[in-house]
Every structure is written in structure tokens, then in C-alpha cells.
């Protein structure tokens, strides 16, 4: 019985593989023509399905092509079994729901039973049978690897690879806007939306998770569903939010379309390094990936300009009323969407990478791509007459995995069943990221990346935090104080700003269309006072008395007034809502955008160096190189008692660090398979934003307390990341796999 059973499934899997060679020779020899009709370059025939028709069918008899195995020879002749065991077998041997699977055994029934022989056998059989097909996916990897590898040397570095980096730059351009923009507008839009201390740093981190979501999740979309795809979808998201978030009112519609903003925005940085990276030559990887990686630098600097030529700008805004203000800073927000915009349009360009083809089995498809680079290089080096010498190229062994439910099934029913294996197949790739094989790796890479993140983030907005605080000493300094003064019959009609009034006495004063900015009140008595047309920025009472007083239309709430006693005061016409700070000076302004525009500046030189050695001297010694000099810069921070001084060490510590982060990039890209390489790459960036969210909370609160912890915070995190890094394999001169 056991020898019968072989036998038969023997020949049960020698009629599918035949049913599926007939298949695929008869769509070959269809496709024939259309290949020779859809040659959109060189219009010529090429012979890549021109095998001689007596060769596509391997002699069943020889060992190395034959069907069949064992003593299954002799039902070579039955020509019955054939469509009934591949009945509802597609070309990629996928399974469908009421599939006939096969002649079933006499006693399959009996064998079937808990705890019969038959569904163990059946069940090692299974197991065997994965193990087989895992193995043969993975031969096939490293076979496409290498001629991919080849292929690419074929088809050279030119015209096509340099409209791909534009194009994938503007989205890592995008990227770096996002990370400035709230940044920039925080200051003008929490007195815009009356943020409390708690929503303002709320609103600082929400990008942060917002884009520690989308990393993670477009990252595992793009190894499913493709890498543009992915992006375009990702860009797409980020712009309309980013639209929406400029003309929302509210601060919680505001935070929410920020949030969305970030998850939008999340999957550039792992997609856009993965898609560029498989357009490269080993030669050229390295050192294009590190010029991708100016872009970022080249957003910061876009956002820090806009910002320094928008907002300060108040009369570039209009208001409905006091209900709806659309002031200067929702118009930077709205001119920060357009590197995303201009994404988009030029992305819808471009192919998708057909490395993604080949990994999914989708050969012409990748073929006519790789082909599409090749003569776009050739025709522009002014070489058009040579012709792209591949016909055929290796494709890996799909697994069957998606399952179709059948035309009947309701539509809701077959997207929900659908998304449920898209789920599942995410989750495979995410678990795979651990397995034994690449454990070690991803720990080591989970290490660097978060001590990277960790100081690095939490440093560069400690830097404007300390600067902030060094100002805010320097103008508390020159602030006057007025005592016990005795003010009758005077009309104020002038800026008040940066005084101390205590226990003083205004009888019959008025207080018409001026700003008060920093003024504070104390124990103090205004009687028959009139206030109108009032604009308030940090000015409170404090322990005051209103007698028969009157506010008209001013600012002056409830929690500007506090502990005071209101006797026959009247408040009528209130403004609504939170009024800009109009009386901000402008080289203030200007200063805090031209440190953000010189920090990002500053990162240019690291660039330039990185990109140069990043494939003389290899990956990790550029990493952990760069991470030590930026240990030992952070104890330079101790000298930084000035603005100037600290301006300077935040050019010094992002020039360094950023030949770190571009290291880090291709590493990462260059370590994981391309089935799973956005996966990983986006996991791990998800993390690098947690730590950033982390850092930055630290970091900032400890500034004017001390800055010892601090700097050891960041300098402990970049050795141990130095240290980890060094344990990472070198992936210089070698294949992507």
C-alpha cells in the first residue's frame, strides 16, 4: 500500500508540473508576437522566446528535466489524470477555493481520523514540501542576485539612475520640510489656537508618531505591493493633510491632520532608499545613496527659508471675523505641501523597480523595465545602436499564498479576505526579520539606530532650547520695575512692554488700541479705568482690584486676571479666540530661522565627505568613525554660555553626525534580501522615531536646570552605538541581495 501511494502521488505532481509547462509555452509563444509589437525603444525582434518548440518539453525519461520520480514513469500514458489533478492551478500553481486536489487514496477517509497514519503522513508530506519550496525560493535569490548584479553593469549609470534621484529626492525632501514645519509654526500657533504648555508639547511630538506609524506600515506594504506604488499612496496622504491642516481652526482638527500628515510622510525614507538602491551597481551604491541623502539637508534649508519669508510677514493674512484667522504662518504650512506635490507628479513618471518583478515572478515586466534603463543610458552616452543583450532572467519561485474566494463570494467579503492575507503575509515578512538567520542582525541594527536617534534628535532641539533660554535671561535682565507710582488722568496709547508694575494706584486712566507685551501687574488698583482695543501677550494681574472699570474688545480673559477683585467692572465685546503676537521683534524672527537654515547647512561638508569615502573606506568604519568624533564633539557643549557659541557647536555636531546617518542608511539597505528589505528598513525606522520622541522629552527637560545630563545622555548613547556598530558585517563590494 505504501509503495501504491507513492506511486500515485507521484504521478499526481508529475500531471501538475506537465499541466503547467503546457500552460507556460502556450502563453510564450502568444506572447511572441505582442513582445515584438510592444518594443518601444529600438524596434527591433529580439530571440528571447525563440526556443526551438523540440526543446520546451525535457525528455521524460532523463534525470535532470524529466516530470516524474521514482517508478511513476509507466502513467505517463493516462491522459485522464491530467486536467482532473490541475484543475484550479493558475501558471504560479495557485490554489483555488472548490479545487479538485488529486486522486484521493481508497482509505484517505479512515487515514483522515484524528490520530491516523494518514494525516501524519500527510502532514510531514506538508512539511517536507515547504521546507523544499523555502529552499528553492531561496537558491533562486541568490542566482537572480547575481545576474542581477550583471544586468546592472549591462545597462551602466546614467540619464535614468539621475532623473530617479531628483525624483526620489523630492520625496526625501518632503521628509525634512516635515520634520521643520511645526517647529517653525509653533511659536505663532499657540497663540493662535490658546495652547496650554501640555498641547504645545503635544503638538511638537505628534509628527514624530505619525511617522514612526507610517514608517512601519508603508515599509511592509512596499515589499507586498510594490515601491512606487507604496510611495505614491504614502506622498498622497502626506500632501492632502498637509492642504488641510493650513485652513483647520480648531487645535484638535489641527493635531489630527498633522498626524496624518506624519503616517503619510513616515514611508519616504525606507522606500525611497530601497526603490534607489536597486537601480544601483555595487560600484555606484554606496556613494549615490549618500547624494540621495542631501535632499534631506535641502529640505530643511527650503522650510527654514519659506519660514524666514512668510512669517514674519502679518500682512500676508486675512480674517473672517474673530472666529476664522488665516495668518501668515497657515500660508508656510501650505507652501511646505509643494516639494510633496511636485513628488507625486514627477514619481508618476517612473517604473517600478523591477527587482520587485523579478522577486515576485513577474518576468516581463521586469525584463521590459531593465530594458527601458538600458536604452535611456545608452541613447544618452550617444550610444543607441546597442542593443540590451538579456533575454532571459531568473524569477523566484512564488509561494502560494492568496487565495481566491470565487466570483459569487459578496465584493466586502473577497476585500476583507484579501486584506486578511495581506495582513498575514506582512506578518510572515516582519517575523522573518527575527529568524535565526538575521536575529543577530536586526538586534545589532535596533541598537545603533536607537542610540543614533536618541542623541541626535534630542541634541538638535536641545540646541534651540538653550538658545531660547539664554535670550529669555538676556531680556528678563532688562526688564523695569515700577513702584508704589501714582497715575491720574492719563491716556496710554503706546507698546508697554517688558515692565514690572507693584502696589500702584491709576485713577481715571485710559488704555486705548496699544499692546502689552511681558507686562505684569501686582497688588495694584485701577479704578475708573478704561480699557479698549487691548492685545495681550504674556501680561498678567495679579492680586489686583477693578473699580467701576470697562473693558471693550480687548484680550484681557480670566486667566490673564488672577486672584483679582472685579467691583462694578464691565466687560463688553471681548475678543475671541487668541491674537498673534504682532509685537514680536523681527530680528528675533529672523534669528531663529537663520540658526535652523545654518544648522541644516552646516550638515553639507559631511555630506560631501561621506559620499566620497563611503565606498573607499566601507560602511563601518565611516559609522563608527563618524558616531566616535560626534561623542567626543558633545563634550564641547560645556563651552556653550552664548548664542553664538552654541549656534557654532550645532553646526559642528550636525556636520559630523550626519556622515553617521548616511552610513547607517546604506548599511541597513545592503543587509536585508529585497523581499524583505522596506519592511526592515521601516521597522527600524519606526523605532529611530520612538527614540527620537524619548530624547527629545529628556532633553528638553533639563534645559536651564543643567547641562551635564545631557550631554552624557548623548554622549554615552553615540559610544555604545559606535561600539555596536563595529559589530555589524561590511557589506562594501558586495551583491544586493
Not at 192 to 214: A, Q, R
Not at 679 to 700: E, P, R, Y
Amino acid at each position: 500500500m505504501e509503495d501504491g501511494y507513492q506511486n500515485r502521488t507521484a504521478f499526481i505532481k508529475g500531471a501538475k508540473d506537465i499541466a503547467k509547462e503546457v500552460k507556460r509555452q502556450a502563453s510564450k509563444k502568444v506572447g511572441r508576437s505582442v513582445d515584438r509589437m510592444s518594443d518601444e525603444y529600438s524596434k527591433r525582434s529580439y530571440s528571447r522566446f525563440e526556443e526551438d518548440d523540440d526543446d520546451d518539453y525535457p525528455m521524460q525519461g532523463s534525470q535532470d528535466g524529466g516530470y516524474y520520480r521514482g517508478d511513476s514513469q509507466a502513467a505517463n500514458d493516462d491522459e485522464g489524470g491530467h486536467s482532473d489533478s490541475t484543475e484550479g492551478h493558475d501558471e504560479d500553481d495557485e490554489i483555488y477555493e472548490g479545487e479538485y486536489q488529486g486522486i484521493p487514496r481508497a482509505d484517505s477517509g479512515k487515514g483522515s481520523l484524528a490520530g491516523g497514519p494518514g494525516s501524519v503522513r500527510a502532514g510531514a508530506q506538508q512539511f517536507r514540501d515547504i521546507g523544499v519550496s523555502e529552499a528553492e525560493r531561496r537558491k533562486d535569490q541568490e542566482e537572480l542576485a547575481q545576474q542581477y548584479e550583471t544586468i546592472l553593469q549591462e545597462c551602466g549609470h546614467g540619464k535614468f539612475q539621475w532623473t530617479l534621484y531628483f525624483v526620489l529626492g523630492l520625496a526625501l525632501m518632503a521628509d525634512g520640510v516635515e520634520i521643520f514645519v511645526v517647529g517653525f509654526v509653533l511659536p505663532s500657533a499657540e497663540k493662535d489656537m490658546c495652547l496650554s504648555e501640555p498641547n504645545k508639547s503635544m503638538l511638537g511630538l505628534i509628527v514624530y508618531f505619525g511617522m514612526m506609524v507610517g514608517a512601519f506600515l508603508w515599509g511592509a506594504l512596499a515589499d507586498r505591493i510594490g515601491r512606487r506604488q507604496s510611495l505614491l499612496i504614502s506622498l498622497s496622504i502626506n500632501s492632502v493633510f498637509s492642504f488641510f491642516s493650513s485652513f483647520v481652526q480648531g487645535y484638535s482638527t489641527f493635531l489630527f491632520c498633522r498626524l496624518l500628515s506624519g503616517v503619510g510622510i513616515g514611508g519616504s525614507i525606507p522606500i525611497v532608499f530601497s526603490y534607489y538602491s536597486e537601480f544601483l551597481a555595487q560600484e555606484k551604491r554606496g556613494e549615490h545613496l549618500s547624494w540621495l541623502c542631501m535632499f534631506w539637508m535641502i529640505g530643511g534649508i527650503y522650510a527654514s527659508a519659506m519660514a524666514w519669508a512668510i512669517i514674519p510677514h502679518y500682512g500676508w493674512s486675512f480674517q473672517m471675523g474673530s472666529a476664522y484667522q488665516f495668518h501668515s504662518w497657515r500660508v508656510f504650512v501650505l507652501v511646505c505641501a509643494f516639494p510633496c506635490v511636485a513628488a507625486i507628479a514627477a514619481l508618476s513618471a517612473m517604473p517600478e523597480s523591477p527587482r520587485f518583478y523579478l522577486e515576485n515572478g513577474k518576468h516581463d515586466e521586469g525584463w521590459m523595465i531593465l530594458k527601458q534603463v538600458h536604452d535611456t543610458n545608452m541613447r544618452a552616452k550617444g550610444y543607441p545602436e546597442r542593443v540590451f543583450s538579456v533575454t532571459t532572467i531568473k524569477t523566484v519561485k512564488q509561494m502560494d499564498e492568496l487565495v481566491d474566494s470565487g466570483t459569487d463570494t459578496p465584493m466586502w467579503q473577497r476585500y476583507r479576505l484579501k486584506i486578511m492575507s495581506l495582513s498575514q503575509q506582512i506578518r510572515n515578512n516582519i517575523l522573518a526579520c527575527f529568524s535565526p538567520e538575521y536575529k543577530r542582525t536586526t538586534f545589532m541594527l535596533m541598537a545603533v539606530w536607537f542610540t543614533m536617534s536618541f542623541s541626535y534628535y534630542g541634541l538638535t532641539v536641545w540646541f534651540p532650547d538653550m538658545i531660547k533660554y539664554i535670550q529669555k535671561q538676556e531680556y528678563e535682565s532688562r526688564t523695569k520695575t515700577f513702584t508704589k507710582e501714582e497715575v491720574k488722568h492719563v491716556t496710554f496709547n503706546f507698546t508697554l512692554e517688558n515692565q514690572v508694575h507693584r502696589q500702584g494706584h491709576y485713577f481715571n486712566d485710559k488704555f486705548l488700541n496699544l499692546k502689552m507685551k511681558s507686562m505684569v501687574f501686582e497688588d495694584s488698583v485701577f479704578e475708573e479705568c478704561y480699557f479698549e482695543d487691548i492685545t495681550s501677550t504674556h501680561t498678567f494681574f495679579r492680586n489686583c482690584t477693578f473699580i467701576a472699570s470697562l473693558f471693550y474688545n480687548t484680550d484681557l480673559f480670566k486667566y490673564r486676571l488672577v486672584n483679582c477683585k472685579l467691583v462694578n467692572s464691565t466687560f463688553l465685546h471681548n475678543k475671541e479666540g487668541c491674537m498673534l503676537d504682532f509685537s514680536d521683534d523681527f530680528n528675533n524672527a529672523y534669528m531663529i530661522y537663520f540658526v535652523n537654515f545654518l544648522g541644516t547647512l552646516a550638515v553639507l561638508p559631511g555630506n560631501i565627505v561621506s559620499a566620497l569615502l563611503m565606498d573607499k573606506i566601507g560602511r563601518l568604519r565611516m559609522l563608527a568613525g563618524s558616531s566616535v568624533i560626534s561623542c567626543v564633539s558633545c563634550f564641547f557643549l560645556m563651552f556653550g554660555n552664548s548664542e553664538s557659541g552654541m549656534i557654532a557647536l550645532l553646526c559642528l555636531f550636525g556636520g559630523i553626525s550626519i556622515a553617521s546617518w548616511n552610513a547607517l542608511d546604506v548599511i541597513t539597505v545592503e543587509l536585508y534580501p529585497s523581499d524583505k528589505r522596506t519592511t526592515a528598513f521601516g521597522f527600524l525606522n519606526a523605532l529611530c522615531k520612538l527614540a527620537a520622541v524619548l530624547g527629545i522629552s529628556i532633553f528638553q527637560s533639563f534645559v536651564g536646570i543643567t547641562k551635564a545630563v545631557p550631554i552624557l545622555f548623548a554622549a554615552g548613547a553615540l559610544a555604545a552605538g559606535s561600539f555596536l556598530a563595529t559589530k555589524l558585517p561590511e557589506t562594501r563590494g558586495q551583491v544586493l541581495q
